[in-house]
Nanobody, 118 residues
Framework: QVQLQESGPGLVKPSQTLSLTCTVS??????????WSWIRQPPGKGLEWMGA???????YYSPSLKSRTSISRDTSKNQFTLQLSSVTPEDTAVYYC??????????WGQGTQVTVSS
């Protein structure tokens, strides 16, 4: 059973960088052919796929967020990390990490609320 757990600050000030870590247990983030994703849901809106890091270490980003997003990993800790720069209140959302076999999500983290406010 794969488990994912998000961690990071719940409050970030505007213009700062949001940083979240996803710790994975029950499976390796280097296992072929899984992708490890970040997905968010702003209040009252739908899910937004932000980006992913593949089993190979390759990264993929949503075009709308690419200029502000970076996803990296620490294979020794079986973790992957999201950094979103220059945040605004519009980045307030519940942030999820997830595992994606190609085209779908089969495991989700529980989600973590991040509020952008001064």
């Amino acid at each position: 059973q794969v488990q994912l757990q998000e961690s990071g600050p719940g409050l970030v000030k505007p213009s700062q960088t949001l940083s979240l870590t996803c710790t994975v247990s029950g499976g390796s983030i280097t296992t072929n052919y899984y992708y490890w994703s970040w997905i968010r849901q702003p209040p009252g809106k739908g899910l937004e796929w932000m980006g992913a890091i593949a089993y190979s270490g390759s990264t993929y980003y949503s075009p709308s967020l690419k200029s502000r997003t970076s996803i990296s990993r620490d294979t020794s800790k079986n973790q992957f990390t999201l950094q979103l720069s220059s945040v605004t209140p519009e980045d307030t959302a519940v942030y999820y990490c997830a595992r994606e076999p190609v085209g779908s999500v089969d495991y989700w983290g529980q989600g973590t609320q991040v509020t952008v406010s001064s």
